[in-house]
């Protein structure tokens, strides 16, 4: 029996839960569900040796069955597993997620939709036996249509399927529905997905852009800038909406400005109105803030220079593994702005919502990433099979989603990607920049670039190529050569996308020199699953290689915050270099019998 839920008692008491937390009004004619509960998973194939066992079990989401304990095996981790080190010798292979839908006799006439956040990967979702989406990349949000398919006010079997086979990725990726599902019901005429935008062009003016669907007739847009507690209205806005896009900004003489150092955040409260009755109405926190890149005088946040301190990060939380837990992510962000970073990297791929909501509650800038890899593999089974058909509408919707985020101060189009400096991936970051500048004018825009590793014998310099579309040049351990290249290009602004913690005073002290080194993102500014012993202590004299086959390593272990949050000795030497700790740090060199000291 597929568990059930009654969805329209479960709407009101969210609307009117969301009203009072908010202090304004919600109508019910938009209503969101969350879908964490009444789901049943089963393996329908596993990599390595063990066999699926064919029974259904209840989970709740988010879930990733490449961390649990499940039927069928004895532990989540195998020495046989395809990903080998770079999964953390977890398992992957074929899942399926089963949940009855009850769709409200009510709905009929209005639009439904499904919203995942990130399903990993190669995911097929099908309502009553058709198939109605198929969503390749593990990491980009969706949505999926349901309106035209559901029996209303009868049971809707929905299923997705999902496949982590063979070598697909160089990290710990997890597998399955790893972030939360929302069902999604609005009216006739109400803000499409991902149809309100808003944006602070100066410290003082909100730029809000929607896309509406439906009919227009005597529809009015009203805008309410509210207090951080929702209480107080400091500023509106109406306007006729008379096409399907269009644009209005808001006034707020009296906003403070959102940083790293004051994140301060406003609601913003969008209505859809007809003949004075609300049809639609959407309300989030935005932040006031502007960001800049100039040659001489580097990154400048609301007017000032600012200096990035920077963390790579997975996405995965240690022993939870991929799944998002809102209060997991927070941690997470709690925890490097303890160390003293304010700034992380999302490597290589859109993180969570519930992380971006953290980073802006608590002030932590962001550079958005999108991609690992665009046309050429870095694995067999991974994302490249999918990028030119997908790559596109994969970033728009990672950008889309994000854009309302004020902690996110910037994109990047890609990693260390191959075809990076050659005319094909030239050509493709064309077309991603212009993709972005379609929707974002604002922020600027980068990706991390790597030396040539496959071609030991070419010249640095013929790296130029890669950065002549972005802002930003990213540059992933390669501190040596941003003097060089500053000569041969005079107005480049740099900064390290990555950088080794060994060289953490090297790579640093160019930021300090230099206007136009705005930063440095170390790897990493968190330990993660996978990659497993990339980080492994080595005396001089041992093999240089990532695991010991005699210890069990899961974890890359180069993180300065340990998988159970306590800092490394590399990030106690990090917060000496910033300033950002307490006191001077003495740490010890355990150095073993007959040994060296490092």
């Known amino acids: 029996m597929l568990a059930r839920i009654s969805t329209r008692a479960l709407g009101q008491e969210l609307a009117s839960r969301l009203a009072n937390s908010l202090g304004v009004e919600v109508p019910s004619t938009r209503l969101v569900l969350p879908l964490l509960t ?53 398992l992957g292979g074929i899942g399926v997620y089963r949940r009855v839908l009850l769709a409200d006799r009510a709905w009929k006439g209005r639009t439904v939709r499904l919203l995942f956040d ?41 299923v997705v399927r999902t496949d982590t086979s063979g070598k697909h990725t160089r990290w710990y990726s997890g597998s399955g529905i790893y972030r939360p599902v929302s069902l999604l019901v609005t009216g006739p005429t109400a803000f499409a997905p991902w149809g309100a935008l808003a944006d602070t062009p100066s410290l003082r003016t909100l730029r809000f852009r929607w896309n509406v669907e439906g009919p227009l007739e005597g529809v009015t847009l009203r805008l309410r800038l509210l207090g951080p507690d929702g209480s107080t209205e400091l500023s509106s806005v109406s306007t006729s909406v008379q096409e399907a896009r269009g644009e209005v900004a808001l006034q ?8 790293h150092d004051r994140p301060i955040l406003y609601l913003l409260a969008a209505t859809l109105e007809r003949g004075g009755a609300e049809i639609d109405s959407l309300c989030f926190p935005v932040g006031f803030r502007t960001v800049e890149v100039h040659p001489d005088f580097g990154l400048l946040l609301n007017g000032s220079p600012v200096k990035v301190r920077g963390a790579c990060v997975h996405h995965d939380n240690g022993c939870l593994g991929a799944k998002a837990y809102p209060a997991a992510e927070e941690r997470r962000v709690r925890q490097l702005k303890a160390l003293g970073f304010n700034a992380v990297r999302t490597a290589h791929n859109p993180p969570s919502a519930a992380f971006l909501d953290a980073c802006d509650r608590l002030g ?43 902690s996110v101060i910037a994109w990047s189009i890609g990693n260390e990607i191959p075809e990076r400096a050659d005319p094909e991936g030239v050509a493709i970051a064309e077309s991603l920049v212009a993709a972005i500048r379609s929707i974002d004018n604002l922020r600027p825009i980068s990706a991390g670039v790597h030396s040539f590793w496959d071609q ?20 992933n ?29 090297d790579s640093w002290v160019p930021a300090l020199r230099h206007a136009w080194v705005v930063g440095d993102f170390v790897w990493t500014g968190m330990d993660y699953v996978g990659e497993a012993g990339i980080g492994h202590f080595r005396y001089p004299g041992e093999p240089d290689d990532w695991a010991d086959p005699s210890v069990a390593y899961t974890a890359a272990g ?27 740090k003495l740490c010890v060199d355990a150095v073993p019998e007959g040994g060296e000291s490092s």
């Not at 707020?252 to 940083?259: I, M, N, Q, R």
């Open 38 to 90: 009444g789901w049943r998973f089963l393996y329908e194939s596993i990599d390595g040796p063990v066999e699926p066992t064919g029974e259904w079990m209840e989970v709740r989401l988010p879930h990733d069955y490449s961390i649990e304990d499940l039927p069928g095996r004895d532990s989540p981790f195998e020495r046989s597993a395809p990903g080998s080190t770079s999964t953390g010798y977890t």
């Open 118 to 158: 990130g399903v990993y990967q190669d995911a097929r979702v099908s309502l009553n036996g058709n198939e109605l989406c198929h969503h390749p990349y593990g990491y980009s949000p969706f949505f999926v249509d349901l309106t035209d398919h559901l029996d209303y006010g009868g049971e809707n079997e929905l």
């Open 252 to 259: 707020a003489p009296d906003a403070l400005a959102w940083s």
């Open 364 to 406: 932590l800038l962001v550079l958005d990433e999108a991609f690992d890899q665009w046309s050429k593999p870095k694995n067999p089974q991974d994302y490249h099979r999918f990028f030119p058909q997908h790559g596109k509408a994969d970033l728009l919707a990672m950008v889309l989603r994000d854009y309302n985020h004020p």
């Open 456 to 475: 030991p014998n070419r010249p640095w310099r013929e790296i130029d190529p890669a950065f002549q579309h972005l802002d930003i040049a990213g540059y």
């Open 477 to 505: 351990y390669q501190w040596r050569e941003y003097e060089p290249d500053r000569q041969r290009v005079p107005r480049r602004v740099i900064w390290g996308t990555e950088s080794f913690p060994k060289e953490a005073h």
């Open 558 to 584: 180069c993180g300065d915050i340990d998988l159970a949050g306590d800092i490394r000795p590399q990030g106690l030497f990090r917060q000496v270099l910033w300033g950002t700790g307490r006191g001077l």
